[in-house]
């Protein structure tokens, strides 16, 4: 099938899989409607409703499928089809089921109305697709907000929980402030080019509308607005308090799709409509990725709480993910795609577990709960250590390959410094991801706090065994999704980077 | 045999069985029966020896430098080959690993009474680990599985080792760690050098070999991957875990530890840091250091080991001092001195693995490790005694035993061009008597004047079959190195000649 975009259907082709997501997430909320009459701890509905969003996700997947048999003409900037959205979306999209799948005995125990919760996912996921989707800058604002705003919900979708509310309400308000800068950078570049597609704003930047004062202020307020949603730091206050008090599913969900979605765009935007004034941004990314590897780690190693653990740790991912910003060629790219694959799987499987010790609550995230774990549940512990392992880079796991990747992207850009950096970081993250498997493995169980079985569902077991054998999997044998990542990232990196302009230090 | 060997074309799979089959056995071992783990395990592990043992005729000295060579892509966007092959140094250190573990397996059988499938899975997922860094001949492999020995051994020493194990293990993790990740950078520093100057994406070692480098680029990637290594030998002054770790892990953890995770730092040093940067280990600043690092590990160590009260931490810190000699053979860089480290690398392995396996022994009667607490064993227990005479004796290094002839030819090989790093090397092998006969003297020999001490019961069947074979290796090995010697010469000589030739000079 061709796509021209001459006529107004083949932009509904185009976005089939988004349109097909929203429709199912409608009929998510409507079954939600008849459902929960109520009745809100019966498993079963939360169950229901969780398989129907899940076939949403898939059916959208399969629609996604479908794009990549379709030839484009021409150069769509409303919505495009290239490798990095249709690879994205799996990210996107894997993260959301893996999320739902995972949650049904949150749900169930913290009576969250599964009907909206679940809506909401959805739409978040939508708003997430269009965004890596877009070449266009106020499309990327409108999915930014739809992603958003979702999000603000979705921390603080536990109402009778004060943290929840609390995460809530400050990520709202810190949210729309950075949305604020960002649609004000967004029109301070339109100023200056007089275009709001990537494309063109690329051309007239290359035409000589280039380092004009208002167009670095715009690129500046666009950045600290990324900077803001993915949370690195300096801008990265509300992130460990919103990650903390929100649900643990909408935490698992935010700290890895969210953050995903966010930085492809961010990787879009600055390659594609800024790849002239890379001199210009490369050092403020420079910067970002080496203070919040550097912070983020090092706060990281101090938490007692290990929802905030894993919270600071996700930061600190940010970080590392910024090192194929910054190295902005294409095994950068790729790589990014690559790790932003296998940081979801492995993110949300830990959250997964954390759910499960947590006795799908949030009174025991603390990791003197994880005391005889090891014991008491040995092949959740070895899934759980595989998800750390992974998470900290280590050999055999998915998150070795994928830091190898990042590193590779960033030696051709000859940014030794930052993978340096990197491989400290990693350093300090051993310890704090090894603390929760010294916990588990040679702590005994607390006396007094004798619990009975933990609670984990089939379903629940089994998502999260299949998330640990994926990880083991591409820790082994990474060549085909490397592949696949290599050819999404096709045209996305720039010729002279920082090791052949002689900028990197 | 050798018609055995080639009618089962034994050549073709021998290394990938021995790196493979103990994760099939650590499968068994988990669905096997609780209470046969232990049966299972070792006898996993004592197949895999009697397997290895075929690498000894296979291994033709005459031939060439690798030999078994296999290699097939693995991952290929990156040039990462599944290549293996051993040559004349890795394959004795294949050999003490095959013979190390079933030993190290018998001898917990009465230590490790809890949760013993996942220790004897734990120990069989080291054996492929440990096999992997010897037979690796792509940096990226190689790179892979000497991170892949960390997790067991921080779970043995974590899970089944004494009162600050959780100390010690995090500390072995995070030192080890810090030197390999920077190690790990170094190695895409030299991928990409190469990549651009062959043309070929490749980690596999002969691809690295070509890759021009400056003699500052060399420096700092001898750095990066001297760092890694000198953490695992461990080298003065980076030696600060080995104590906590030894004194904390259970027996087999110390032995599988001192005898062959230890050896992993000197072979990386052999393997990769000289042949891949030979103007830099050349470079006589650094010569000078390296020397001097390990002849302060001999004395400052063997110091140390003098007075501790502790017989397991007075062997662990002998450990810091043989592999000072170690280090300082490898770094005369001449053959006799490469081939002494490799043969203390050796002898260190058999007789401090039966020093930490006798210790344990003395543990288990005594639930002690305080050398006051003993006095008098040898009247009670005069088998045990015999052996731990015969295996102080191999450790300082007694004419006759495998510690002399490792030792001399080190310090031989220092002394041809470095005399007065060897003098002051030479001093070791006294000081070694100074802390080594003293414990000797209290724990065997004193009167047994302690009630306790009466009750020991000498060694076991058991015990016996995991000590001798041990005993008959250091007095073997130090009566008739040649055939071992032999084996080596041909690696050794090639290492000392590339490197002579240096690399920035053959261009």
């Known amino acids: ?505 | 045999m050798s018609g055995l060997i080639d009618g089962l074309s034994y050549e073709s799979w021998a290394l990938h069985a021995l790196l493979w089959l103990p994760l099939l056995g650590l499968v068994t071992v988990l669905l096997g029966p609780k209470d046969r783990a232990k049966h299972i395990a070792f006898g996993w592990s004592a197949g895999l020896f009697v397997l290895s043992l075929g690498l000894w005729w296979a291994f033709d000295p005459a031939g060439d430098l690798f030999q078994l060579v296999h290699d097939v892509e693995w991952i290929g966007a990156w040039g990462v080959h599944y290549a293996l092959g051993i040559d004349g140094i890795a394959l004795f250190m294949i050999l003490l690993t095959t013979l190390t573990m079933p030993l190290a397996i018998l001898g917990s059988f009465e230590y490790i009474r809890e949760r013993e499938k996942a220790f004897y899975a734990m120990m069989l997922l080291l054996q492929t680990g440990i096999i992997g860094v010897f037979a690796a001949m792509d940096l990226f492999l190689f790179y892979v599985f000497f991170e892949l020995t960390l997790v067991p051994m921080y779970f043995i020493v974590g899970i089944w080792g004494g009162e600050r194990r959780i100390y010690a293990a995090v500390k072995f993790f995070l030192y080890t760690a810090l030197g390999s990740l920077l190690m790990l950078v170094g190695i895409l520093y030299l991928y990409l050098a190469a990549r651009e100057a062959n043309g070929v994406a490749s980690f596999h070692l002969t691809a690295l070999l070509g890759a021009p480098l400056s003699l500052e680029e060399q420096l700092w990637l001898f750095a990066a991957f001297a760092l890694a290594f000198s953490i695992k030998v461990p080298l003065f002054p980076l030696h600060t875990w080995l104590p906590d770790a030894h004194v904390e892990a259970p027996t087999p953890g110390s032995v599988v530890l001192a005898a062959i995770l230890l050896k992993m730092g000197t072979y990386g040093l052999i393997r990769f840091a000289i042949p891949l940067f030979p103007d830099a280990a050349t470079h006589p600043t650094v010569v000078a250091l390296m020397l001097s690092l390990g002849v302060i590990g001999i004395v400052y160590a063997a110091w140390v080991a003098a007075v501790q009260p502790d017989a397991k931490k007075l062997v662990a810190y002998t450990s810091v001092a043989h592999m000072g000699f170690v280090v300082i053979g490898i770094f005369a860089l001449t053959v006799n001195g490469l081939q002494g480290g490799l043969v203390v690398m050796i002898s260190h392995g058999v007789s401090t693995g039966a020093l930490f396996l006798l210790v344990g022994m003395l543990y288990e009667r005594r639930h002690t490790r305080e050398i006051a607490d003993f006095g008098g064993l040898a009247k009670v227990a005069p088998l045990m005694a015999t052996a731990l005479v015969i295996t102080a004796l191999a450790s300082i290094g007694l004419p006759g035993t495998s510690g002399f002839v490792g030792e001399f030819l080190a310090l031989l090989g220092v002394f041809e061009r470095f005399p007065t790093f060897a003098v002051v090397a030479t001093t070791g092998v006294i000081f070694a008597s100074y802390y080594m006969l003293p414990m000797i003297q209290k724990v065997l020999f004193n009167r047994l004047d302690r009630p306790e001490n009466r009750q020991v019961r000498d060694l076991s069947a058991r015990e016996l079959v995991v000590i001798g074979p041990l005993l008959f290796l250091m007095v073997a090995l130090g009566v008739y190195p040649a055939p071992v010697l032999e084996r080596m010469e041909p690696a050794v000589r090639a290492v000392v000649e590339y490197v002579s030739d240096g690399r920035l000079g053959a261009e």
């Not at chain 1, 990880?471 to 044998?477: H, K, N, S």
Request: aromatic share 12%; net charge neutral.
């Open chain 1, 1 to 505: 099938m061709t796509l021209d975009f001459v006529s107004g259907l083949d932009l509904v082709w185009a976005l089939l899989p988004e349109i097909v997501l929203s429709a199912w997430a409608m009929a998510v909320l409507l079954a939600g409607v008849w459902k929960t009459g109520g009745s809100e701890d019966e498993p079963e509905s939360v169950r229901g409703l969780g398989w129907l969003a899940i076939s949403g996700l898939v059916a959208a997947g399969v629609m996604n499928g479908l794009l990549y048999r379709v030839n484009v003409l021409g150069q769509p900037t409303m919505i495009t089809i290239d490798g990095l959205r249709l690879f994205s979306n799996w990210v996107f999209l894997g993260g959301a089921a893996l999320t739902i799948l995972i949650s049904f005995p949150y749900v169930t125990r913290q009576r969250l109305q599964a009907g909206e919760l679940y809506t909401l996912i959805l739409l978040c996921t939508v708003g997430m697709m269009v965004m890596a989707g877009t070449k266009n800058l106020l499309v990327l604002f409108l999915a930014l907000e739809t992603m958003s705003v979702a999000a603000y919900v979705l921390a603080g979708f536990n109402r009778r929980d004060r943290r929840s509310a609390e995460a809530g309400l400050k990520y709202l308000i810190l949210g729309a402030f950075s949305s604020g800068f960002l649609l004000y950078g967004i029109a301070l570049v339109w100023g200056a080019t007089g275009t709001v597609s990537l494309p063109q704003i690329a051309e007239t930047i290359e035409a000589g509308a280039g380092f004009t004062r208002l167009l670095l202020a715009g690129l500046g307020l666009l950045g600290i607005g990324f900077a803001f949603k993915v949370g690195l730091v300096p801008f990265h206050m509300w992130a460990p308090d919103v990650y903390e008090g929100a649900p643990t599913p909408s935490t698992a969900f935010m700290s890895a799709a969210v953050k995903a979605a966010s930085l492809v765009a961010f990787l879009r935007v600055l390659l594609e409509a800024f790849p002239d004034l890379y001199v210009s941004w490369y050092p403020v990314v420079w910067w970002l990725a080496a203070l919040t590897i550097v912070v983020a780690n090092l706060i990281a190693l101090t938490q007692s709480s290990v929802k905030r653990m894993l919270a600071y740790s996700s930061i600190a991912h940010g970080g590392y993910l910024l090192i194929a910003i910054a190295a902005a060629n294409e095994v950068a790219t790729a790589s990014l795609l690559f790790y932003l694959l296998v940081y979801t799987v492995m993110n949300v499987g830990a959250f997964g577990v954390l759910m499960i010790v947590g006795d799908h609550g949030e009174d025991r995230n603390g990791v003197e709960s994880y005391a005889g774990f090891g014991g008491k549940e040995p092949v959740l512990a070895v899934v759980f250590t595989i998800f750390l392992l992974s998470l900290a880079g280590f050999p055999g796991t998915g998150g070795f390959m994928a830091k190898i990747y990042l590193l590779q992207g960033a030696a051709d850009s000859r940014l030794w410094t930052l993978a340096v950096l990197l491989a400290l970081g990693t350093v300090a993250s051993y310890y704090y991801y090894l603390k929760v498997a010294w916990y588990m493995w040679m702590k005994p169980a607390r006396t007094g706090d004798a619990t009975g079985p933990v609670w984990a569902p089939p379903s629940m077991r089994a998502a999260l065994i299949a998330s640990a054998v994926v990880i083991v999997y591409l820790g082994v044998f990474p060549g085909g999704l490397l592949e696949g990542a290599r050819a999404a990232a096709e045209g996305l990196g720039l010729i002279a980077t920082a090791g052949t302009l002689g900028l990197a230090p």
